[in-house]
């Protein structure tokens, strides 16, 4: 069984980046698609990103396309979220999810595995 831990979180000034990384435990990351979330205080829990098994399709949220990058390592059984020209309305908790199927979901009812969540916190 595969299991997921953030890291990467922080308080970053508008304008500035942070990359977000999710390793995984267990020898079957390679098959798994992963999708980034985010939720807000009081808001739902809402899709940021997601790439499949191969990294061969890779889905984002249209708040955040030319901004933020998702990749993975497998390898290093790693994905990540690059995160560029952070806005205030970016602040939230961050989740990773991992989808045994191996396809990317928009949709976190998808996802079989998540991670812990992880702050980002955007603010002058």
């Known amino acids: 069984q595969v299991q997921l831990l953030e890291s990467g979180g922080g308080l970053v000034r508008p304008g500035g980046s942070l990359r977000l990384s999710c390793a995984a435990s267990g020898r079957s990351f390679a098959d798994y698609a992963m999708g980034w979330f985010r939720q807000a205080p009081g808001k739902e829990r809402e899709f940021v990103a997601a790439i499949n098994w191969s990294a061969g399709r890779i889905y984002y949220a249209d708040n955040v396309k030319g901004r933020f990058t998702i990749f993975r390592d497998n390898g290093k059984s790693t994905a990540y979220l690059q995160m560029n020209s952070l806005k205030p309305e970016d602040t939230a908790v961050y989740y990773c999810?991992?989808?045994?199927?191996?396809?990317?979901?928009?949709?976190?009812?998808?996802?079989?595995?998540w991670g812990q969540g992880t702050q980002v916190t955007v603010s002058s």
């Open positions: 999810a991992g989808s045994q199927e191996g396809i990317a979901r928009v949709d976190p009812r998808e996802y079989d595995l």
